[in-house]
């Protein structure tokens, strides 16, 4: 709301007898939705700061208020009869436009609403989390904010909380095995409450929290305490009999985009005498350290060397040693094209020797003959006595000792007295400059006794030990299994989750849902004071209108206004439990425009599609081999259907995407002397449009230039222009302009890692006998650069013009961009699997100013598209850009240099 970006939204008024139009609303902000009525255009506009109708007198050109609501915005305003009838606050209003009167209309509909009736429903589609007890019989499985106690093979399924409306969450079992601690919003905020293993008992709220968001529930051995953390990356612990909570430390940074559970500190785990924990945090040199925190003392001693990050530290169940991943194993791996390299698989596992005297996890074999009153050796680690741990922290970071495996993308170690486990995933699924951790992994155990690696779960997604570390539970897909905790292939049982169903009542879950989403938005989003709202305010004035919702759209339409006051952009709201989908029918795409023959009422070819002969991507359907379809020819049927113009062309492919369907083509508009042929439609043209595209650019500007100049499009600053920026950087080096095209691109990460190569500095040549010279940097290019964006342009395509402009690449040339310069590190699960965002951290320059965000970025030659230009194909920011190079390179050829004179040796005399 309030946008003020490159794609506020103006009214044009276009001129069918001269093919021109003119704006007539020229405001920075939002003008949509016009309704011609007499000689006036009404329109919505958020002028005053909310959604308005304004009018516009076309005779004067002069602009006026016509409503002024201050609580809601006017929504979907809608003309007819001289009325306007808009939606407000989920009510009716009429507006007569001839004398500005607008009044509620009030309307009683005694609708069914099927989808407010409460109903016991099975929630075991939505497992939200899970926890393994002691010994490893039952289980916790968290399901639409329910906990509920499973069996693991025997006995019943029982809802622990019977809490509808209300959200239970991070379930963990007690290892005593006599309590389940939890968290639970029941008081509008997640507290911590503690209950009987079987429920018998009303549950005990332990603590009395403010604000916050609180996560990763972890008892201690002994059962007496009780650790979390919070979205302020603060480690607690709370004493499970008095509530007492006792803050031990707080990470002060974090990287960008990894989820909640991946955050600093969220990795700790506790000591078996209960007297220490261990954690990962970031420091100032922003890497990953290992630190010990001391119960009772509250010392805190830092047990990495602070050279690699180290993280997900697990003490070994005798107390001795301190197992964790690190990232370095540096095997770099090379680009084929450039001297450029990345470092893949750098994580290994790693031990820390407690004790000074303490002896390896993997002592040193050797088949001896022990003495007769000796026990033979077995090879194993020395145990210390059962007690107390102890930390001889002096030195502690030097006694380290690698594990015996490859180098991995490992995490979730956890380890027994048989075996450490791990996941671990082949490739980048758990890197840290992705969004998410995406893709199964597989859970291998290295046996302590073998000194081998074994697979254990393929395919899965998270899995815990049991307190005595003889069970492992883990989730793959929606089933959750129990399993021997042992580093072989796991013979185990999965959960039977039939009986996961719980009373249900919509609206009390929606009051939830609505309630949390507020909350996520207090406790997550990048500034404290909620850019000056009075959040509590908007919660009471959205609140109400979620007591009016009938469907869970209604929902998320509601949270949709409620997070669009924060006036920031990447605030999305999406998914939920929508009880009525419309079922989508595919529709077969030949890749092909249609024009219509009115004397025959039949479809010709106007245009085939075509992709060039480097990509692989796609397949157009009419340029198959065999397919020999010309422009101009006549469709006659489909699968010996007729066609005709009579019908949309697309509804002769419904439901035929991907299937082979036959095809009659024929030169003339009739059977006689038609062809048949046999194609596979596509489920979509957009890759195959956008290639063309791109395709027809690169050789409208080798054209205009007489190849001088090079064109590449980005269309985002992820994969999809990692994958389609080397396809057109490499072979275009050598030009002596280029045009990097920026325009919709849709974002993603930092565009850097495309403009430095783009920018690279020219530094030295290398001459070669018999042929042309070279440089160093190996690929290099010296054209003049233009950068090409849009109002379609954002995130990500907004930093690439802006970085281009820094970097002092060259011109920008376009319209100002979209303006969305915040970033998200996550997306919150809602109870039902519907979710939020809220951006987390925000830009602005090293000198301290706020950029971009709700601005966009301003080109240095601001060229429009316009509507007549668009439908004759001209690119009048292209051309451009193709003008602004030439003259360029007219001014400044920067041609590539020939041989140099070769060096002759003037010292030696010469011989007679």
């Given at each position: 709301?309030?946008?003020?970006?490159?794609m506020?939204q103006?009214?044009?008024?276009?001129?069918?007898?001269?093919?021109?139009?003119?704006?007539?609303?020229?405001?920075a902000?939002?003008?949509?939705?016009?309704?011609?009525?007499?000689?006036?255009?009404?329109?919505?506009?958020?002028?005053?700061?909310?959604?308005?109708?304004?009018?516009?007198?076309?005779?004067?050109?002069?602009?006026?208020p016509?409503?002024?609501?201050?609580?809601?915005?006017?929504?979907?305003?809608?003309?007819?009869?001289?009325?306007?009838?808009?939606?407000?606050?989920?009510?009716?209003?009429?507006l007569?436009?001839?004398?500005?009167?607008?009044?509620?209309?009030?309307?009683?509909?005694?609708?069914?609403?099927?989808?407010?009736?409460p109903?016991?429903k099975?929630?075991?589609?939505?497992?939200?989390?899970?926890?393994?007890?002691p010994?490893?019989?039952?289980?916790?499985?968290?399901a639409?904010?329910?906990?509920?106690?499973?069996?693991?093979?025997?006995?019943?399924?029982?809802?622990?909380?019977?809490?509808?409306?209300?959200?239970?969450k991070?379930?963990?079992?007690?290892?005593?095995?006599?309590?389940?601690?939890?968290?639970?919003?029941?008081?509008?905020?997640?507290?911590?409450?503690?209950?009987?293993?079987?429920?018998?008992?009303?549950p005990?709220?332990?603590?009395?929290?403010?604000?916050?968001?609180?996560?990763?529930?972890?008892?201690?051995?002994?059962?007496?305490?009780?650790?979390?953390?919070?979205?302020?990356?603060?480690?607690?612990?709370?004493?499970?009999?008095?509530g007492?909570?006792?803050?031990?430390?707080?990470?002060?940074?974090?990287?960008?985009d990894?989820?909640?559970?991946?955050?600093?500190?969220?990795?700790?785990?506790?000591?078996?005498?209960?007297?220490?924990?261990?954690?990962?945090?970031?420091?100032?040199?922003?890497v990953?350290?290992?630190?010990?925190?001391?119960?009772?003392s509250?010392?805190?001693?830092?047990?990495?060397?602070?050279?690699?990050?180290?993280?997900?530290?697990?003490?070994?169940?005798?107390?001795?040693?301190?197992?964790?991943?690190?990232?370095?194993?540096?095997?770099?791996?090379f680009?084929?094209?450039?001297?450029?390299?990345?470092?893949?698989?750098?994580?290994?596992?790693?031990?820390?020797?407690?004790?000074?005297?303490?002896?390896?996890?993997?002592?040193?074999?050797?088949?001896?003959?022990?003495?007769?009153?000796?026990p033979?050796?077995s090879?194993?680690?020395?145990?210390p006595?059962?007690?107390?741990?102890?930390?001889?922290?002096?030195?502690?970071?030097?006694?380290i000792?690698?594990?015996?495996?490859?180098?991995?993308?490992?995490?979730?170690?956890?380890?027994?007295?048989?075996?450490?486990?791990?996941?671990?995933?082949?490739?980048g699924?758990?890197?840290?400059?992705?969004?998410?951790?995406?893709?199964p992994?597989?859970?291998?155990?290295?046996s302590?006794?073998?000194?081998?690696?074994k697979?254990?779960?393929?395919g899965?997604?998270?899995?815990?030990?049991?307190?005595?570390?003889?069970?492992?539970?883990?989730q793959?897909?929606?089933?959750?299994?129990?399993?021997?905790?042992?580093?072989?292939?796991?013979?185990?049982?999965?959960l039977?989750?039939?009986?996961?169903?719980?009373?249900?009542?919509?609206?009390?879950?929606?009051?939830q849902?609505?309630?949390?989403?507020?909350?996520?938005?207090?406790?997550?989003?990048?500034?404290?004071?909620?850019?000056g709202?009075?959040?509590?305010?908007?919660k009471?004035?959205?609140g109400?209108?979620?007591e009016?919702?009938?469907?869970?759209q209604?929902?998320?339409?509601?949270?949709?206004?409620?997070?669009?006051?924060?006036?920031?952009?990447?605030?999305?709201?999406?998914?939920?439990?929508?009880q009525?989908?419309?079922?989508?029918?595919?529709?077969?795409m030949?890749?092909a425009?249609?024009?219509?023959?009115?004397?025959?009422n039949?479809?010709?070819?106007a245009?085939?599609y075509?992709?060039?002969?480097?990509?692989?991507?796609?397949?157009?359907?009419?340029?198959?081999?065999?397919?020999?379809?010309?422009?101009?020819?006549y469709?006659?049927?489909?699968?010996?259907?007729?066609?005709?113009?009579?019908?949309?062309?697309?509804?002769?492919?419904?439901?035929?995407?991907?299937?082979?369907?036959?095809?009659?083509?024929?030169?003339?508009?009739?059977?006689a002397?038609?062809?048949?042929?046999?194609?596979?439609p596509?489920?979509?043209?957009?890759?195959?449009?956008?290639?063309?595209?791109?395709?027809?650019?690169?050789?409208?500007?080798?054209?205009?230039?007489?190849?001088?100049?090079?064109?590449?499009?980005?269309?985002?600053?992820?994969?999809?222009?990692?994958?389609?920026?080397?396809?057109?950087?490499?072979?275009?080096t050598?030009?002596?302009?280029?045009?990097?095209?920026?325009?919709?691109?849709?974002?993603?990460?930092?565009?850097?890692?495309?403009?430095?190569?783009?920018?690279k500095?020219?530094?030295?040549?290398?001459?070669?006998?018999?042929?042309?010279?070279?440089?160093?940097?190996?690929?290099?290019?010296?054209a003049?650069?233009v950068?090409?964006?849009?109002?379609?342009?954002?995130?990500?395509?907004?930093?690439?013009?802006?970085e281009?402009?820094?970097?002092?690449?060259?011109?920008?040339?376009?319209?100002?961009?979209?303006g969305?310069?915040?970033?998200?590190?996550m997306?919150?699960?809602?109870?039902?699997?519907?979710?939020?965002?809220?951006?987390?951290?925000r830009?602005?320059t090293?000198?301290?100013?706020?950029?971009?965000?709700?601005?966009?970025?301003?080109?240095?030659?601001?060229?429009?598209?316009?509507?007549e230009?668009?439908?004759?194909?001209y690119?009048?920011?292209?051309?451009?850009?193709?003008e602004?190079?030439?003259?360029?390179?007219?001014?400044?050829?920067r041609?590539?240099?020939?041989?140099?004179?070769?060096?002759?040796?003037?010292q030696?005399?010469?011989?007679?």
């Amino acid at each position: 709301k309030r946008y003020r970006g490159g794609m506020a939204q103006e009214v044009y008024l276009y001129d069918f007898e001269t093919n021109q139009e003119r704006n007539i609303t020229n405001y920075a902000g939002t003008d949509r939705l016009p309704m011609w009525i007499g000689g006036k255009i009404f329109f919505s506009s958020d002028r005053d700061g909310m959604l308005n109708i304004y009018v516009y007198d076309v005779s004067s050109g002069q602009i006026n208020p016509v409503t002024s609501h201050k609580e809601y915005d006017v929504r979907r305003p809608s003309a007819g009869s001289g009325m306007i009838v808009y939606e407000l606050g989920g009510d009716i209003w009429l507006l007569n436009s001839a004398t500005g009167a607008d009044r509620k209309i009030d309307i009683e509909v005694r609708a069914d609403a099927p989808e407010v009736r409460p109903y016991f429903k099975d929630v075991a589609g939505d497992i939200t989390g899970y926890s393994i007890s002691p010994s490893g019989q039952r289980a916790l499985v968290v399901a639409r904010g329910e906990v509920f106690s499973v069996p693991r093979e025997h006995g019943p399924t029982r809802n622990l909380t019977n809490s509808n409306g209300v959200r239970e969450k991070d379930a963990v079992w007690s290892p005593d095995g006599k309590t389940i601690a939890y968290f639970s919003d029941a008081r509008g905020e997640y507290e911590l409450y503690l209950q009987d293993a079987r429920g018998d008992k009303a549950p005990l709220r332990l603590t009395e929290h403010a604000n916050g968001y609180r996560h990763a529930l972890r008892w201690s051995p002994d059962s007496k305490k009780i650790a979390f953390t919070d979205q302020t990356l603060t480690l607690y612990y709370a004493d499970a009999a008095t509530g007492k909570i006792v803050k031990a430390d707080k990470a002060e940074y974090e990287n960008v985009d990894v989820s909640l559970d991946r955050k600093p500190i969220a990795d700790f785990s506790w000591s078996p005498d209960s007297r220490y924990i261990a954690y990962a945090k970031m420091d100032a040199d922003l890497v990953y350290k290992i630190y010990i925190y001391t119960l009772g003392s509250g010392e805190i001693n830092c047990v990495s060397s602070g050279i690699f990050n180290d993280f997900n530290p697990v003490f070994t169940p005798d107390g001795a040693h301190l197992l964790f991943v690190s990232n370095r194993r540096f095997d770099p791996v090379f680009c084929d094209f450039e001297w450029e390299m990345v470092y893949k698989k750098a994580a290994g596992i790693y031990t820390l020797a407690l004790r000074r005297d303490g002896a390896p996890l993997l002592p040193l074999r050797s088949d001896e003959e022990a003495p007769s009153e000796q026990p033979a050796a077995s090879g194993k680690a020395a145990k210390p006595a059962a007690g107390d741990v102890q930390i001889d922290f002096p030195g502690l970071a030097e006694r380290i000792e690698a594990l015996p495996l490859p180098q991995g993308n490992y995490r979730d170690l956890a380890v027994n007295k048989s075996a450490v486990f791990y996941l671990n995933a082949p490739e980048g699924d758990f890197n840290r400059f992705e969004f998410r951790e995406v893709g199964p992994r597989t859970l291998y155990g290295f046996s302590l006794e073998d000194r081998e690696e074994k697979t254990v779960l393929e395919g899965i997604d998270s899995y815990q030990l049991s307190a005595d570390g003889e069970h492992l539970i883990y989730q793959k897909g929606s089933s959750i299994g129990i399993a021997a905790a042992r580093a072989a292939k796991a013979e185990g049982a999965t959960l039977d989750l039939g009986e996961l169903k719980m009373w249900f009542e919509p609206r009390a879950e929606w009051r939830q849902i609505f309630t949390e989403a507020w909350r996520m938005e207090r406790d997550f989003y990048y500034e404290p004071n909620m850019r000056g709202l009075d959040w509590p305010k908007m919660k009471q004035l959205y609140g109400r209108l979620i007591e009016r919702a009938t469907c869970r759209q209604d929902v998320r339409y509601v949270i949709g206004e409620l997070i669009g006051e924060l006036n920031t952009s990447h605030t999305y709201v999406f998914g939920g439990d929508i009880q009525r989908r419309a079922k989508r029918v595919n529709v077969g795409m030949l890749g092909a425009d249609w024009r219509v023959d009115a004397a025959s009422n039949r479809y010709q070819f106007a245009k085939i599609y075509r992709v060039p002969d480097w990509t692989q991507e796609i397949t157009p359907p009419l340029a198959a081999p065999g397919i020999n379809v010309k422009e101009g020819e006549y469709l006659l049927q489909v699968n010996g259907q007729d066609v005709t113009a009579s019908r949309s062309i697309y509804s002769y492919f419904q439901g035929l995407a991907g299937q082979e369907v036959v095809l009659t083509v024929n030169a003339r508009p009739v059977l006689a002397g038609a062809r048949t042929m046999t194609v596979q439609p596509l489920n979509g043209e957009f890759t195959l449009r956008y290639l063309d595209w791109m395709e027809h650019n690169r050789k409208t500007v080798e054209e205009a230039s007489g190849g001088q100049i090079g064109y590449l499009h980005l269309p985002d600053t992820y994969t999809g222009s990692a994958r389609e920026f080397p396809k057109y950087f490499y072979s275009q080096t050598r030009k002596k302009g280029l045009i990097v095209d920026g325009r919709y691109n849709g974002g993603g990460l930092d565009p850097d890692i495309f403009l430095q190569r783009l920018d690279k500095q020219l530094l030295t040549y290398w001459t070669r006998r018999y042929s042309h010279d070279q440089t160093t940097p190996a690929v290099v290019t010296r054209a003049h650069l233009v950068c090409l964006t849009n109002r379609q342009a954002g995130s990500g395509g907004d930093m690439l013009p802006m970085e281009f402009r820094m970097r002092g690449m060259g011109p920008v040339i376009g319209t100002r961009t979209w303006g969305g310069l915040v970033g998200v590190s996550m997306f919150i699960r809602l109870v039902d699997g519907g979710g939020l965002s809220a951006p987390d951290y925000r830009i602005y320059t090293p000198e301290g100013q706020w950029i971009v965000e709700n601005e966009g970025v301003t080109p240095d030659i601001e060229i429009d598209l316009n509507s007549e230009e668009m439908a004759r194909g001209y690119d009048a920011q292209l051309m451009k850009g193709v003008e602004v190079l030439l003259e360029q390179i007219k001014a400044d050829p920067r041609p590539w240099p020939e041989h140099q004179p070769f060096p002759v040796d003037r010292q030696r005399p010469a011989v007679k």
